[in-house]
């Protein structure tokens, strides 16, 4: 048995505004150490909703997350933001860089606020991480100069940079066009098969999906295949 | 450690909006350099029309009323005892101004450590000569050194030097509205009349301006001797024992002290000059308000400039917040814009504060009424500009509070849901 990343157990939720609906029932589903898993499904089956609850941004539901084996249901905001600077890295379908730094700088942000290297040694790791993604040269660039492809990468390089025990991505490559996205997607895959790296990706692009290792299928907030595991 | 990466995050945030943030930045200064130049013109001012009245006053005098003697001789008779009696058209005593034991009351207030400075004086109701017009007008007899150094006469004495009066036999310093209606120069010798009659020559060696007209239009100043030669009286004669005390506020309570100890009547000098005090305290609260409103106002500059941020940063906020920066973090870091502004700012303003009220100091002031005023007064006091420097602080703390508490309320979820 390997080491499950995340689990969730029956978790539901619902919005309340301004009629009650449901937009998440009875999720059960847990991801291994390593493991490149996609979730699809059609626009407002949930999928997005329930990568912010896995992802401890959203604390609004019922049910019980384990990230780790520890269960995050019931913490405080700031042992939550803790726990997302130092467990999960994110790749939203924006960039979301900040325009004031560089490249290298929003990189290394994450890695200064956890505080657990020496800002040398950040740097350093930084400059490893943009090299993996092959941007090393655009990294005193400022993320304004760069490509849309390019800033996507250093918004993966910056989701790296804390060497997290899981990559989430909401349609990381939603933006981009074909051969972007190809480039993105090689890169999740590189990640998952040389640096055992696990990654929870929802996405839309069927395409993608069936290119990872194990794909979830939702649809109306429930989980209709948690599809083979191929690894 | 932690902080410096806030720092660096906030200062950031503020390059990148830098003419909204100098421009709030300069709100505050230019609050700040109101706010002291304000305070330090209005303190120097108030100064000014104080030190008019009391340096010129006594802190305690000491002298006697005139009134009947309260123990008539019929309550000491002992066939009277135990009755009443009624005696109707009591009169003063002649010789009650005098304080009694004038010498020996001096030397014990020189040994007291509460006070300063003791000036024996006496006054004089006369009439000044001018041909067949009688001016009605009051002398005082002075001890010159102990004016000089209690009441700053000398710096009231406009023409002619305060030592002549010491050193020439029978001189008198004259009020210079006196001196207009008489027609004297320094140098010339006027006739006196007494209320008793006595004819009595005195050379003029000076004029004085105490900017109050009333006073100057009736005034003369003699030397102690002077007056008692006047008067035909010894040299122990005094009416009025002027009290100066290192601490003015003990005025009130030694006063008591000494008028039952020496047993005269003791006035304190905040009885007789309460109504300066509280014009000076509602000129300083006037101040005190337009200041800070100058500072609330400039307080509003930084709250619209951090909502304006806050509202276009939303998108930084919410990344801060998924990789993993708290709510506290997002606080800070807009705390830190606002210190920032308000210190610099402020900073700023208490120099161009002192700036101003310096340049505000040169200007020539010249009335007639304040002959040792040549410019304006300016109050340097470190009060108000420790004063400004925390308002400033506080200020923009405050303006920059709830901005901040709302940036650390955003959900970073519903911004990036919202893409």
């Known amino acids: 048995m390997e080491k499950k990343v995340i689990e969730a157990i029956g978790i539901s939720k619902s919005f309340h505004d301004p009629l009650t609906v449901k937009v998440l029932t009875d999720i059960s589903f847990s991801i291994n150490a390593g493991e490149f898993v996609s979730v699809v499904g059609k626009s407002g089956c949930g999928k997005s909703t329930l990568l912010y609850i896995l992802s401890t941004m959203d604390t609004n539901y019922e049910g019980e997350l384990l990230l780790d084996g520890i269960s995050m249901t019931n913490k405080k905001d700031a042992e939550l933001a803790m726990v997302r600077n130092e467990k999960i ?45 092959g941007i090393e040269k655009e990294a005193l660039k400022y993320p304004n100069q760069l490509s849309g492809g390019q800033k996507q990468r250093v918004a993966i390089a910056r989701a790296l940079i804390n060497e997290p025990l899981i990559i989430m991505g909401d349609e990381p490559t939603g933006n981009l066009d074909k051969k972007n996205s190809d480039v993105v997607f090689n890169i999740f895959k590189e990640l998952a098969e040389e640096y055992h790296q696990s990654l929870l990706i929802v996405t839309h692009d069927l395409d993608f999906a ?6 979830i299928t939702m649809e109306d907030g429930k989980i209709m295949s948690h599809g083979l595991s191929s690894s | 450690m932690k902080f410096k990466l806030i720092a660096e995050i906030s200062f950031a945030l503020l390059r990148a909006r830098l003419k909204q943030t100098m421009v709030a930045a300069f709100g505050v200064t230019f609050s700040i350099t109101m706010f002291i130049t304000l ?100 002398i005082d007899g002075i001890d010159v050194d102990a004016e000089n150094k209690l009441f700053t006469f000398q710096d009231y004495v406009v023409n002619g030097k305060t030592m002549d009066l010491k050193n020439t036999p029978n001189s008198i310093i004259l009020g210079i509205g006196v001196a207009k209606k008489m027609l004297v120069q320094v140098g010339d010798n006027i006739q006196i009349t007494t209320s008793k009659g006595t004819q009595f020559p005195l050379k003029v060696v000076g004029f004085f301006q105490s900017g109050m007209d009333e006073m100057d239009k009736i005034q003369g100043y003699v030397t102690l001797s002077t007056t008692q030669k006047i008067l035909g009286k010894p040299a122990s004669y005094v009416t009025d024992i002027q009290v100066k005390l290192y601490d003015m506020t003990l005025a009130p309570a030694l006063a008591k002290k000494y008028g039952k100890l020496f047993e005269t009547d003791a006035v304190d000098i905040q009885t007789t000059n309460s109504q300066f005090k509280t014009g000076s305290s509602i000129r300083t609260l006037i101040s005190y ?64 504060g002192f700036g101003l009220s310096a340049v505000i100091g040169q200007i020539p002031f010249n009335t007639a009424s304040l002959p040792t005023v040549k410019t304006y007064p300016i109050n340097y006091n470190p009060k108000f500009y420790l004063i400004g420097a925390v308002f400033s602080v506080i200020t923009t703390y405050l303006a920059g509070y709830f901005p901040s508490r709302k940036a650390s309320k955003i959900d970073p979820v519903d911004i990036i849901r919202g893409k």
Not at chain 2, 91 to 106: F, V
Not at chain 2, 313 to 327: E, P, R, V
Not at chain 2, 333 to 344: E, R, W
Request: net charge positive; no cysteine; hydrophobic share 45%.
């Open chain 1, 89 to 133: 890295g994110f790749v939203f379908q924006f960039h979301y860089l900040l325009n004031e730094f560089n490249n290298l700088q929003n990189v290394m942000l994450p890695g200064l606020k956890l505080a657990n290297l020496s800002p040398k040694e950040v740097e350093h790791h930084a400059y490893q991480k943009l090299k993996i993604l």
């Open chain 1, 210 to 215: 069936a290119k990872t290792h194990r794909t």
């Open chain 2, 39 to 138: 305070l330090s013109f209005m303190g120097g001012l108030n100064d000014l029309l104080d030190n008019l009245i009391l340096n010129r006053t006594p802190h305690i005098r000491l002298f006697n009323e005139i009134s009947a003697s309260s123990i008539q001789p019929i309550a000491k008779s002992k066939a009277y005892a135990g009755a009443y009696n009624f005696i109707s058209h009591v009169k003063p005593k002649n010789d009650l101004l005098e304080i009694r034991n004038s010498e020996a009351i001096i030397k014990a207030l020189k040994a007291d450590p509460n006070v300063r400075g003791v000036a024996p004086k006496n006054t004089v109701p006369v009439f000044y000569n001018v041909g067949a017009i009688n001016l009605t007008g009051v």
């Open chain 2, 289 to 352: 308000a337009v200041g800070i409103t100058l500072l609330i106002v400039a307080g509003f500059g930084i709250y619209n400039i951090l909502n304006m941020m806050i509202y276009e940063k939303m998108d930084s906020i919410a990344i801060l917040k998924a990789t993993g920066f708290s709510g506290k973090d997002v606080n800070t870091i807009f705390i830190t814009i606002a210190l920032t502004i308000g210190l610099v700012g402020g900073a700023l303003g208490l120099v161009f």
